[in-house]
């Protein structure tokens, strides 16, 4: 089967929405864009409804369909995210200079470490966008990423259920990787509360953990960041978590997946799908014991 390339079919979509846009061409129903990635899998993309009502987000419950009523009173505006550290320009950038920066959109499968996935259509800005911006020294080989600590609103701060603020990181090649973003949006509306909004990390070829929700500080570094899941069960959570059907969790087999809205299992495909574009930063990796 003749499949189109990914870049190829993310830079047509982002044609044919600038066209959709000025009103070159009549919209398309996004339940059109069934996306041909390589010649077994396919993306169709989860209602919006089940992106909306099935979170993981541990500062306001533990319960998934909760997240969406107990995140509705969380304040995100006004907002602004800090990058610092091994940069020679260190900025602060408030959500409007953010959105005022070039924009893409990626229909990505969004793959958590509990065995789950959906396929989310996101509006953002690639990451290393910014850090090109705060001119990142040659010395930096890390980025740490810091959520928000506001126990006054995300009740479940006042439990030691993780440590606060929600932190993660990435090697500094994977966070200068074109597929890294930051989205501000989905499904063509701005992020809902509940997905990380204002502002949130999407690494698709990662465990959706790595995929930090409502980002306040950018931290450019020297050492390895110290990541939240990590630091609370290390042999369970790595630092680097690259899906990998091959490497099973502790406690479950990580070779297939449940995505959201379908009956039967289906493989888990290696980083996600992103093999081609993603495995060569690894090749001298052992990603058994690097999981
Ligand atoms: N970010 C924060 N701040 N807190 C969290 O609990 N959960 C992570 C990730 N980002 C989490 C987070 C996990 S485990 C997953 S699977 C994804 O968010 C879920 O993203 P979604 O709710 O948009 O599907």
Redesign the pocket.
Known sequence: MQVTPWNTYQNRREFLNKMIKIGAIASIAPSQLIIAKNNRHFLSQTPIKS?QN??????FSTN?EA?MHLANSFSISPWSISIEGEVKNPLTLSLSDILDLESVERVYP?R???GWS?V?PWKGIELRKILNQARVKTTAKYVKFV??YRPEEMFNQRRKI?PW??T?GLRIDEAMHPLTILATG?YDETLSK???API??VVPWK????????IQKIIVQKEKPKT??NMQIPSEYGFYANVNPSVAHPRWSQSREVRIGELRKRPTNPFNGFKNEVSHMYKNLDLELNF
């Open positions: 992106a099935y979170n993981n987000y541990y500062e998934k997240v969004l958590c470490v509990e959906m989310i959520g928000t993780l603020p929600y993660e989905m509940q997905n990380g949130r990390l465990y959706g953990f790595k995929s930090i929700k409502a939240s899941w």
